[in-house]
Protein backbone atom coordinates (compact mmCIF):
# COMPACT_ATOMS: atom_id res chain seq x y z
CA UNK A 1 0.00 0.00 0.00
CA UNK A 2 1.24 3.77 -0.01
CA UNK A 3 3.67 5.07 1.80
CA UNK A 4 3.01 8.77 4.15
CA UNK A 5 5.90 9.68 5.54
CA UNK A 6 6.31 13.31 7.55
CA UNK A 7 9.15 15.61 8.32
CA UNK A 8 10.06 16.80 10.82
CA UNK A 9 8.39 14.23 13.34
CA UNK A 10 8.87 17.08 16.14
CA UNK A 11 9.39 21.26 15.68
CA UNK A 12 9.81 23.77 17.92
CA UNK A 13 9.19 27.26 17.43
CA UNK A 14 9.75 30.22 19.11
CA UNK A 15 5.61 32.67 18.89
CA UNK A 16 6.48 34.79 15.38
CA UNK A 17 8.57 32.63 13.38
CA UNK A 18 7.50 30.61 10.39
CA UNK A 19 8.09 26.73 9.56
CA UNK A 20 7.62 24.46 6.96
CA UNK A 21 5.84 20.84 7.20
CA UNK A 22 6.34 18.24 4.90
CA UNK A 23 4.69 15.16 3.58
CA UNK A 24 5.50 12.70 1.00
CA UNK A 25 3.53 9.94 -0.40
CA UNK A 26 4.92 7.07 -2.36
CA UNK A 27 2.28 6.85 -4.67
CA UNK A 28 -0.29 9.09 -7.28
CA UNK A 29 -2.98 10.33 -5.15
CA UNK A 30 -6.33 11.81 -5.71
CA UNK A 31 -7.13 13.16 -2.42
CA UNK A 32 -4.94 15.21 -0.03
CA UNK A 33 -5.80 16.69 2.90
CA UNK A 34 -4.00 18.28 6.17
CA UNK A 35 -5.15 18.08 9.39
CA UNK A 36 -3.99 19.82 12.79
CA UNK A 37 -5.43 17.48 15.64
CA UNK A 38 -6.06 19.69 18.62
CA UNK A 39 -5.73 18.86 22.36
CA UNK A 40 -8.75 16.86 22.57
CA UNK A 41 -8.06 14.92 19.93
CA UNK A 42 -10.05 16.28 17.36
CA UNK A 43 -9.11 16.44 13.40
CA UNK A 44 -9.83 20.00 12.08
CA UNK A 45 -9.45 20.29 8.63
CA UNK A 46 -6.96 22.56 7.04
CA UNK A 47 -7.06 22.08 3.47
CA UNK A 48 -7.95 19.68 0.63
CA UNK A 49 -5.29 20.04 -1.55
CA UNK A 50 -4.66 16.81 -4.35
CA UNK A 51 -2.96 19.89 -6.26
CA UNK A 52 -2.05 23.13 -6.55
CA UNK A 53 -1.58 25.66 -4.14
CA UNK A 54 -4.10 27.17 -1.27
CA UNK A 55 -3.80 29.59 1.35
CA UNK A 56 -5.79 30.44 4.57
CA UNK A 57 -4.79 33.06 6.62
CA UNK A 58 -1.60 32.19 8.06
CA UNK A 59 -1.67 28.73 6.62
CA UNK A 60 -0.75 27.93 2.91
CA UNK A 61 -0.20 24.91 1.45
CA UNK A 62 1.18 23.51 -1.95
CA UNK A 63 1.04 19.77 -3.60
CA UNK A 64 3.30 18.66 -6.42
CA UNK A 65 1.76 15.88 -7.63
CA UNK A 66 4.03 15.10 -10.03
CA UNK A 67 6.74 14.94 -7.09
CA UNK A 68 4.82 13.09 -4.71
CA UNK A 69 5.11 15.72 -2.22
CA UNK A 70 3.05 17.85 0.01
CA UNK A 71 4.16 21.24 1.81
CA UNK A 72 2.06 23.14 4.76
CA UNK A 73 3.73 26.24 5.46
CA UNK A 74 2.60 28.29 8.89
CA UNK A 75 3.64 31.75 9.67
CA UNK A 76 3.60 34.39 11.97
CA UNK A 77 3.22 30.91 14.64
CA UNK A 78 0.84 31.25 17.37
CA UNK A 79 1.05 29.09 20.73
CA UNK A 80 -2.45 28.09 19.06
CA UNK A 81 -0.92 26.60 16.24
CA UNK A 82 0.83 23.90 19.09
CA UNK A 83 -0.47 20.23 18.16
CA UNK A 84 0.12 17.10 15.72
CA UNK A 85 -0.26 18.15 11.72
CA UNK A 86 -1.42 15.19 9.70
CA UNK A 87 -1.57 14.62 6.07
CA UNK A 88 -3.67 12.04 5.20
CA UNK A 89 -3.94 10.48 1.02
CA UNK A 90 -6.17 8.39 -1.05
CA UNK A 91 -4.60 6.51 -3.72
CA UNK A 92 -5.02 5.96 -7.30
CA UNK A 93 -3.30 2.43 -7.01
CA UNK A 94 -5.54 -0.10 -5.20
CA UNK A 95 -8.75 0.37 -4.01
CA UNK A 96 -9.68 3.79 -3.61
CA UNK A 97 -11.20 6.38 -0.99
CA UNK A 98 -8.83 4.30 1.83
CA UNK A 99 -7.39 7.58 3.30
CA UNK A 100 -4.51 6.63 4.73
CA UNK A 101 -2.67 9.17 7.25
CA UNK A 102 0.90 10.11 7.35
CA UNK A 103 3.32 9.95 10.07
CA UNK A 104 2.77 13.27 11.74
CA UNK A 105 4.40 16.37 12.86
CA UNK A 106 4.31 17.55 16.60
CA UNK A 107 4.80 21.03 16.81
CA UNK A 108 5.08 23.16 20.06
CA UNK A 109 5.24 26.85 19.64
CA UNK A 110 6.35 28.39 22.60
CA UNK A 111 5.45 32.09 23.68
CA UNK B 1 -23.51 22.60 13.72
CA UNK B 2 -21.96 19.31 13.62
CA UNK B 3 -21.74 17.82 10.58
CA UNK B 4 -20.29 13.95 12.45
CA UNK B 5 -21.23 13.26 15.74
CA UNK B 6 -19.82 10.36 17.88
CA UNK B 7 -21.02 9.05 20.96
CA UNK B 8 -20.41 8.92 23.85
CA UNK B 9 -17.46 10.91 23.89
CA UNK B 10 -15.58 9.29 26.83
CA UNK B 11 -16.46 5.12 27.46
CA UNK B 12 -15.10 3.20 29.56
CA UNK B 13 -15.69 -0.66 29.01
CA UNK B 14 -14.46 -3.44 31.65
CA UNK B 15 -11.94 -6.22 29.86
CA UNK B 16 -13.35 -8.41 27.88
CA UNK B 17 -17.23 -6.71 27.76
CA UNK B 18 -18.66 -5.57 24.62
CA UNK B 19 -18.77 -2.29 23.98
CA UNK B 20 -20.39 -0.20 20.78
CA UNK B 21 -19.41 3.19 19.50
CA UNK B 22 -21.56 5.40 17.34
CA UNK B 23 -21.61 7.84 14.65
CA UNK B 24 -23.90 10.11 12.75
CA UNK B 25 -24.04 12.37 10.15
CA UNK B 26 -25.73 15.03 8.65
CA UNK B 27 -23.68 15.36 5.72
CA UNK B 28 -25.42 12.23 3.48
CA UNK B 29 -21.69 10.73 2.28
CA UNK B 30 -21.70 7.88 0.81
CA UNK B 31 -18.37 6.51 2.76
CA UNK B 32 -17.88 6.12 6.74
CA UNK B 33 -14.61 5.53 8.12
CA UNK B 34 -13.49 3.77 11.32
CA UNK B 35 -9.52 5.25 12.45
CA UNK B 36 -8.07 3.50 16.10
CA UNK B 37 -5.44 5.83 17.21
CA UNK B 38 -3.63 5.03 20.24
CA UNK B 39 -0.92 7.85 22.12
CA UNK B 40 1.53 9.15 19.91
CA UNK B 41 0.59 7.69 16.89
CA UNK B 42 -1.04 8.05 13.60
CA UNK B 43 -4.42 7.12 13.15
CA UNK B 44 -4.97 3.81 11.76
CA UNK B 45 -7.81 2.52 9.41
CA UNK B 46 -9.91 -0.13 10.38
CA UNK B 47 -12.59 -0.34 7.76
CA UNK B 48 -15.04 1.38 5.82
CA UNK B 49 -18.16 1.78 4.04
CA UNK B 50 -18.76 2.86 0.43
CA UNK B 51 -22.80 2.98 1.01
CA UNK B 52 -23.34 -0.77 1.94
CA UNK B 53 -20.16 -2.04 1.19
CA UNK B 54 -18.29 -3.69 3.80
CA UNK B 55 -14.29 -2.65 3.28
CA UNK B 56 -11.93 -4.30 5.99
CA UNK B 57 -8.01 -3.80 6.17
CA UNK B 58 -6.21 -6.73 6.30
CA UNK B 59 -4.85 -6.49 9.63
CA UNK B 60 -7.32 -5.21 11.23
CA UNK B 61 -8.54 -8.01 14.22
CA UNK B 62 -11.62 -10.16 13.88
CA UNK B 63 -12.59 -8.36 17.58
CA UNK B 64 -13.11 -5.14 15.43
CA UNK B 65 -16.84 -5.19 13.86
CA UNK B 66 -18.89 -2.77 12.37
CA UNK B 67 -22.47 -2.14 11.43
CA UNK B 68 -24.10 0.55 8.86
CA UNK B 69 -27.83 0.33 8.90
CA UNK B 70 -28.58 3.02 7.24
CA UNK B 71 -26.39 6.27 5.57
CA UNK B 72 -26.48 8.42 8.58
CA UNK B 73 -25.41 5.60 11.23
CA UNK B 74 -22.43 3.46 11.59
CA UNK B 75 -21.46 1.43 14.56
CA UNK B 76 -18.51 0.50 15.61
CA UNK B 77 -18.15 -2.71 17.93
CA UNK B 78 -16.34 -4.58 20.07
CA UNK B 79 -16.59 -8.11 20.99
CA UNK B 80 -14.11 -8.80 23.87
CA UNK B 81 -12.42 -5.52 24.64
CA UNK B 82 -8.55 -5.91 26.15
CA UNK B 83 -6.16 -3.71 27.00
CA UNK B 84 -4.55 -2.90 24.27
CA UNK B 85 -7.79 -1.89 22.48
CA UNK B 86 -7.67 1.25 24.62
CA UNK B 87 -7.56 4.13 22.48
CA UNK B 88 -9.30 6.92 20.67
CA UNK B 89 -11.83 6.07 18.25
CA UNK B 90 -12.40 8.50 14.82
CA UNK B 91 -15.43 8.42 12.86
CA UNK B 92 -15.03 10.14 9.53
CA UNK B 93 -16.98 10.69 6.37
CA UNK B 94 -16.67 11.43 2.72
CA UNK B 95 -19.00 11.64 -0.63
CA UNK B 96 -16.23 9.43 -2.34
CA UNK B 97 -16.48 11.20 -5.69
CA UNK B 98 -15.57 14.16 -6.86
CA UNK B 99 -14.17 16.06 -3.99
CA UNK B 100 -13.74 13.86 -1.40
CA UNK B 101 -12.69 15.95 1.51
CA UNK B 102 -13.58 13.76 4.59
CA UNK B 103 -14.72 15.21 7.95
CA UNK B 104 -13.77 13.83 11.34
CA UNK B 105 -16.32 13.56 14.03
CA UNK B 106 -14.70 14.36 17.81
CA UNK B 107 -13.96 10.70 18.50
CA UNK B 108 -14.52 8.66 21.05
CA UNK B 109 -12.07 7.63 23.76
CA UNK B 110 -12.01 4.35 24.95
CA UNK B 111 -10.58 2.90 28.02
CA UNK B 112 -10.44 -0.61 29.13
CA UNK B 113 -10.38 -1.45 32.88
Known amino acids: GIQVEQSPPDLILQEGANSTLRCNFSDSVNNLQWFHQNPWGQLINLFY???GTKQNGRLSATTVATERYSLLYISSSQTTDSGVYFCAVDSYGGATNKLIFGTGTLLAVQP | DAMVIQNPRYQVTQFGKPVTLSCSQT?????MYWYQQKSSQAPKLLFH???????NEADTPDNFQSRRPNTSFCFLDIRSPGLGDAAMYLCATSSGQGIAEAFFGQGTRLTVV
Open chain 1, 49 to 51: IPS
Open chain 2, 27 to 31: LNHNV
Open chain 2, 49 to 55: YYDKDFN
